[in-house]
T-cell receptor
Framework: GQQLNQSPQSMFIQEGEDVSMNCTSSSIFNTWLWYKQDPGEGPVLLIALYKAGELTSNGRLTAQFGITRKDSFLNISASIPSDVGIYFCAGQLLSGNTPLVFGKGTRLSVIA | GAVVSQHPSRVICKSGTSVKIECRSLDFQATTMFWYRQFPKQSLMLMATSNEGSKATYEQGVEKDKFLINHASLTLSTLTVTSAHPEDSSFYIC????????????FGPGTRLTVL
């Protein structure tokens, strides 16, 4: 099935550093979502984006819905050890009850 | 926030047996639920879309007779892995889509299935 191109695949950063990851697609999406997944758990929704150009923050997290509707980025500022996990972007091609298309994930490791 | 539960969280079964996994939306009604499968260090793979009161829509390559889905109410969907085999061992996760035009999907905590 269709997948989003998510990069980077993994990151090792020092505590306190800022992090940026992004997703791109050849298709236009109506919705972009960012999730975090801890080992052995289900993904937890971090930020939802609904409009092209929309910039939304959730604490130290900031995400933007690209103006072309084919990309999105997630920034984490001043990383802390509990930021460790796998971050997934997800897009919805159409509104309503259509399934999400997922990126392959970015594995974040934070070195204290 | 919207809470989705799954039961059981872990299950170990013998090859050939059937296993039922429940997915419940606890504080909202979900007209649509999705079932995913996730292998270690990989992304989520959509298995099927479950709509309340109607037959599930399966993704290509997913056997509907192998993975039975029932969405009998607005708060409960079940996935039954029939005649499980070791290759069915995986992490199964459901998500729920709420009413009133909300487009976020909320995920359950997942069920780890191990088939011996």
């Amino acid at each position: 099935g269709q997948q989003l191109n998510q990069s980077p695949q993994s990151m090792f950063i020092q505590e306190g550093e800022d992090v940026s990851m992004n997703c791109t697609s050849s298709s236009i999406f109506n919705t972009w979502l960012w999730y975090k997944q801890d080992p052995g758990e289900g993904p937890v929704l971090l930020i939802a984006l609904y409009k092209a150009g929309e910039l939304t923050s959730n604490g130290r997290l900031t995400a933007q819905f690209g103006i072309t509707r084919k990309d999105s980025f997630l920034n984490i500022s001043a990383s802390i050890p509990s930021d460790v996990g796998i971050y997934f972007c997800a897009g919805q091609l159409l509104s309503g009850n259509t399934p999400l298309v997922f990126g392959k994930g970015t594995r974040l490791s934070v070195i204290a | 926030g919207a809470v989705v539960s799954q039961h059981p969280s872990r299950v170990i079964c013998k090859s050939g047996t059937s296993v039922k996994i429940e997915c419940r939306s606890l504080d909202f009604q979900a007209t649509t639920m999705f079932w995913y499968r996730q292998f270690p260090k990989q992304s989520l793979m959509l298995m099927a879309t479950s709509n309340e009161g109607s037959k599930a829509t399966y993704e290509q390559g997913v056997e509907k007779d192998k993975f039975l889905i029932n969405h009998a109410s607005l708060t409960l969907s079940t996935l039954t892995v029939t005649s499980a085999h070791p290759e069915d061992s995986s992490f199964y996760i459901c998500s729920a889509l709420g009413l009133a035009g909300r487009r976020e999907q909320f995920f359950g905590p997942g069920t780890r299935l191990t088939v011996l």
